[in-house]
Nanobody, 120 residues
Framework: QVQLVESGGGLVQPGGSLRLSCAASGSILNINAVGWYRQAPGKQRELVASITSESNTNYADSVKGRFTISRDNAKNTVYLQINSLKPEDTAVYYC??????????????WGQGTQVTVSS
């Protein structure tokens, strides 16, 4: 069983930066990829960035150039660096870990989320 705990959210002014953390515990060797999602009020949850166990990364077009996903295997933590924050980045940010076998999803786990609010 894998558990995820997000942290690092907060209130920031437009143009500011935040670094979100997703700390994993449990059977982390079974994780194939971790994704950061966000959900704004009244909107669907969307994937903004992902990183595989081989450190391959992928980003939504809307965040390319501003968001950077990375991992620290020694700390079992995946980070999301967010720069040049905009009011439209306001959302609850969640991390999600997945286990796949030959491309088939076996399980996934969600963290509890961390609120990011961008406002002056």
């Amino acid at each position: 069983q894998v558990q995820l705990v997000e942290s690092g959210g907060g209130l920031v002014q437009p143009g500011g930066s935040l670094r979100l953390s997703c700390a994993a515990s449990g059977s982390i060797l079974n994780i194939n990829a971790v994704g950061w999602y966000r959900q704004a009020p009244g909107k669907q949850r969307e994937l903004v960035a992902s990183i595989t166990s081989e450190s391959n990364t992928n980003y939504a077009d809307s965040v390319k150039g501003r968001f950077t996903i990375s991992r620290d295997n020694a700390k079992n933590t995946v980070y999301l660096q967010i720069n040049s924050l905009k009011p439209e980045d306001t959302a609850v940010y969640y991390c999600n870990a997945v286990r796949t076998i030959r491309g088939t999803l076996q399980w996934d786990v969600w963290g509890q989320g961390t609120q990011v609010t961008v406002s002056s």
